[in-house]
């Protein structure tokens, strides 16, 4: 008999074994598993149109040097998980550029504390977007403790009622029982795996936008340092 086989068939010998409320646990635990990856195909296919490639980046800085103050217009392409931390970056140099008095001398320009000040409030709302992206993926962290507390209950539930039997039931039909911590270490592993390599991506996705925002900056420094009044 095929190894697959062999573990569908003790699956179904355990589920029959269970009582009523123990077949209800080993349900939900066998439920997670697929709802899950379903949570971690949602939080990926998220996370990759948050992804910033390298070609992107290259446009941006491209339209940067060309017209940065033209990006806020809708016409111009801008990335979803940029788009925020750009109307706070150039409405930022706008205000300095048309209030601060250092900016209208000799033709104006953006002094160094003007642009660390525009760089602190973009690095502020970078990690505010890192926060939000992490909260879509918080499923996990939960998901994996929520599976393994189902799984330790069902254990020592389904182990009390065996107990409880007149006369005891054979050595073997404990083995049943070790469904319950086997599925929830197997969902822990997954939910595990799953917020890890999610985590990871937001990390690469906040590194990103920081870096490009970093050449922008530069970009700006250079092309703007003077300004019409």
Known sequence: MPISNMNIHFLFKAYCHFSPFSKCIFLCLFAFLPLNFFFFLRGLFHLRTCTIKEEDMMLY????????????????????????????????????????????????????????????????????????????????????????GMGLFGFLYTLSVDWSLEPPPLLSTYSFDLVFPLLALLN??????????????????????????????????????????
């Open 61 to 148: 800085i491209q339209e940067a040097q060309d017209r940065p103050f033209d990006l806020l217009k809708k016409d111009i392409l801008v990335h979803p998980i940029l788009e925020p931390i750009y109307e706070d970056f150039y409405g930022t140099c706008l205000l300095l550029i048309q209030k601060n008095s250092s900016c209208t001398k000799e033709g104006g320009y953006l002094s160094h504390e003007d642009l660390a000040l525009v760089e602190q409030r973009v690095s502020c709302l970078i990690e505010e977007v890192k926060h939000d992206l992490y909260q879509r993926i918080n499923f996990f962290p939960f998901g994996m403790w929520l599976s393994l």
């Open 188 to 229: 822990g592993m997954t939910c595990l795996s799953y917020h890890y390599w999610l985590q990871r991506y937001v990390s690469l996705t906040v590194e990103g936008a920081h870096s490009l925002f970093l050449r922008i900056r530069q970009s700006v420094e250079i092309q703007y340092k003077r300004v019409t009044s």
